[in-house]
């Protein structure tokens, strides 16, 4: 079976939903070059991945050969996946590949995606159609077969007076434009080209048909870009939503282990910003887990968990056991922040205590509150907790088991994208929830300077790791993701919202 899987015009976030179930399914994945790194990043390691870098006029791999390895991969069995920039049939010959894969007997589906044709102009304020100015959108392609000319039936486009959207376009902007004034439109009629539109780098250039080719010329305007043409374009500045948002074109680096990177990074996501998934650290559950078997031997009044990771080691601690989360019957359940309460209700359990701050010291202080005189409490944690916890309990004359499930290893996922970001200078900020991720971090980069990279933390134990590595530092007021994103927005000082120009006349 072949899935055309369209994967939008940029990162996961417009990746739909079945899309991205395929590719979690899937065992081989053959992609195009215009696929995004954190869409790439859901392929699951054991599949196979094959780029065949499609551009518009130079294929790494020819359309046959693409059609080949389809098929070749799908009689081997398992699960193909073609991921497609975009819509898998607007001008990505995704009909063909249909074609030959029905011809050689293999079954096909195909889950379309969020076409550039249309998020591209919605990302830069734009959009298609409106009952002021038009009421129909057209798509053509300006791509023209094997170096002849543009086969463009300019004057039926003009009167049909809708937006028109050019895809691939950018090389014969000035003839498309030219074409179209020959044909009668309005010189003055709006225009825009949005380069790597609904991607953290986006760029527009808007101007009238006519002086269209000057200004795209003039920023250097490249592919992937789509060509806009129409009144509409006149609303791209009192509807652009997207370049405003604080952290628009700004990318940072997401250090925590992937299942744990979700909510700061789609908080930094929503706020424009280019989130760089690079795991620095990797969770292991210990072989060793007879500290726990003799833990569960004796009695306690509260069993603790200070992180999400915690919890569901501890869960796969209990299988390694041979027991499960009746071991813990009777106990009650504190959790160090709503995020562990959250990972305990994963499994039926809810939390009994949570602190009014997410951190060791006051998970201490809740318990005390609540603990008998002789209370006993069991830490279920990773091996790198922080020791002010115990203390604190200890000190106060509890019962405390310290119990380490798991060990925190310094390692980065993909040192090779962190390297070459690094190297080309396109990762100025990266924020880290631990000293270990600092160290992963340090480890990958292998010797680079660092200087030039700030690094956003989230306490000071992460804060001292990265000073001593020789980034530049700063690190949030308390140990909380929103203390830890005002400390990045106040980072980029300039990502302050633009003002937003007042909305043009109706036409
Ligand atoms: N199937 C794709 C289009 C493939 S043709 C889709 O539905 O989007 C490739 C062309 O798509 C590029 O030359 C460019 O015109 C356009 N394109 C793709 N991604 C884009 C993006 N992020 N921003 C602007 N244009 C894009």
Redesign the pocket.
């Known amino acids: 079976m072949v899935t055309l899987v ?1 994967a ?3 990162g996961c976030g417009l990746l739909t939903l079945a899309g991205a179930e395929a590719l979690r399914q899937a065992d081989v994945v053959i992609y195009d070059r ?1 696929v995004s790194e954190d869409i790439l990043a859901m392929i699951p390691p054991h599949a196979v991945r094959v780029d065949v870098g499609k551009e ?1 006029s130079h294929h790494t791999v020819p359309q046959d050969g693409i059609n080949a390895l389809l098929v070749q991969h799908a009689q081997r069995g398992g699960s193909v996946v073609r991921l ?9 010959r ?1 009909g063909e590949e249909c074609e030959y894969l029905r011809a050689h007997g293999v079954p096909f589906r195909v889950l379309p ?5 249309l ?2 102009p919605a990302f830069a304020g734009i959009p298609v159609t409106h009952r002021d100015f038009c009421s129909s959108v057209h798509i053509i ?1 300006a ?1 023209a077969k094997k170096n002849g000319p543009l086969q463009i039936d300019y004057e039926n486009l003009v009167r049909l007076r809708g937006t028109l959207v ?5 090389t014969a902007l000035p003839e498309v434009c030219a074409g179209l004034l020959a044909a009668g439109l309005a010189p003055d009629t709006p225009a825009a080209v ?6 953290p780098n ?1 760029r527009k250039a808007v101007s009238s048909v006519a002086g269209l080719p000057g200004a795209a010329r003039e920023m250097g305007l490249k ?5 806009v043409v129409g009144a509409v374009c006149s609303l791209s500045g009192a509807l652009d939503w997207f370049t405003p948002l604080p952290l628009h074109g700004k990318t940072v680096a997401v250090t925590r282990p992937r299942e744990r990177a979700g909510t700061l990074a789609g908080r930094l996501r929503a706020l424009g910003a280019e989130v760089l998934e690079l795991p620095c650290v990797e969770a292991v559950l210990r072989e060793d887990q007879a500290p726990l078997s003799c833990a569960l031997g004796c009695s306690f009044d509260w069993a603790a968990f200070t992180s999400p990771t915690g919890v569901h080691m501890a869960v796969r601690a209990l299988r390694a056991l041979g027991r499960d989360l009746r071991a813990l019957y009777g106990l009650r359940l504190a959790a160090v922040g709503p995020g562990t309460a959250e990972a305990l209700t994963q499994y039926g359990l809810a939390a009994d205590l949570v602190p009014q701050a997410a951190d060791g010291a006051h998970l201490a202080d809740a318990l005390l509150e609540v603990l008998p005189d002789d209370g006993a409490v069991l830490l279920l944690r990773g091996s790198s907790g922080d020791p002010a916890l115990r203390e604190r309990l200890l000190g106060a004359d509890m019962v405390v088991a310290d119990v380490p499930l798991y060990d925190t290893i310094p390692r980065a996922a993909d040192a090779e994208t962190l390297r070459r970001r690094l190297a080309d200078g396109t990762l100025p900020l990266a924020a880290f929830a631990s000293a270990s991720a600092v160290r992963g971090f340090a480890q990958a980069a292998q010797g680079c300077d660092l200087s030039a990279v700030r690094a956003a933390c989230i306490g000071p134990q992460a804060g001292q790791a990265a000073r001593a590595h020789g980034f530049r530092t700063v690190t949030a007021k308390t140990a909380s993701i929103d203390a830890l994103i005002d400390c990045i927005l106040e980072e980029f000082p300039d990502a302050t919202p633009n003002d937003t120009p007042a909305p043009p006349a109706r036409g």
């Open positions: 369209g939008g015009p940029g215009l518009s497609k920039g975009g819509d898998c049939y607007l001008f990505g995704g995606g969020v076409t550039s044709a998020a591209a392609t791509h050019f895809l691939m376009g950018v949005v380069e790597n539109g609904a991607r986006q592919s992937p870009a789509v060509i």
